[in-house]
T-cell receptor, first 111, second 113 residues
């Protein structure tokens, strides 16, 4: 099993550009999450999904969009990148309310 | 929103020493989880606690779900150099939105050989 796979691992964007961070899991988990991690700040929830076709905002959703068309995939879209979105992004999945399994992260810089 | 206060922020210890860290909140939680993160990697689940008062071990790690459901602690016994990393507590609230997992800000552990 690959677990939770995130791509790309690193990316540099210019202000105003858009991009999609990919996340896929092969554990048949129903819940999926996107977090961002800034130095010394722990992890903050951006969006989450409890199943295909259902998404909900987390703590810091502004500037991001998500979709969940399949159980396996949960892409995160940045439409107009801003310097404040420079961060490390983690995708995670879980079976219902059990512990989360994380991907290895995407380091994004917006310059 | 729900917040977790994790302490200490950082610890510097000698190899072989025991370590203790904790998380507290003003809100009640249904689940407490403890994660470890190595540089450049995602957090890895260490221990999951689902019942108030529950005490669970995983090798040299022991964690407890506080009886008030507002706190949890993690102990590491006989620390070794590979214990170095950032440890996060996380909780699922008892009120609506229990799908969301709230994280503490982490405890950075340094182990001197």
């Amino acid at each position: 099993n690959a677990g939770v796979t995130q791509t790309p691992k690193f990316r540099i964007l210019k202000i105003g550009q858009s991009m999609t961070l990919q996340c896929a899991q092969d554990m048949n988990h129903n819940y999926m999450y996107w977090y961002r991690q800034d130095p010394g700040m722990g992890l903050k929830l951006i969006y989450y999904s409890v199943g295909a076709g259902i998404t909900d905002k987390g703590e810091v959703p502004n500037g991001y969009n998500v979709s969940r068309s399949t159980t396996e995939d949960f892409p995160l879209r940045l439409e107009l990148a801003a310097p404040s979105q420079t961060s490390v992004y983690f995708c995670a999945s879980s079976y219902s309310l059990q512990g989360l399994f994380f991907g290895s992260g995407t380091q994004l810089s917006v310059l | 929103g729900q917040q977790l206060n994790q302490s200490p922020q950082s610890m510097f210890i000698q190899e072989g020493e025991d370590v203790s860290m904790n998380c507290t909140s003003s809100s009640i939680f249904n689940t407490w989880l403890w994660y470890k993160q190595d540089p450049g990697e995602g957090p890895v689940l260490l221990i999951a606690l689902y019942k108030a008062g529950e005490l669970t071990s995983n090798g040299r790690l022991t964690a407890q779900f506080g009886i008030t459901r507002k706190d949890s602690f993690l102990n590491i016994s006989a620390s070794i150099p590979s214990d170095v990393g950032i440890y996060f507590c996380a909780g699922r609230g008892a009120q609506g939105g229990s799908e969301k997992l709230v994280f503490g800000k982490g405890t950075k552990l340094t182990v001197n050989p």
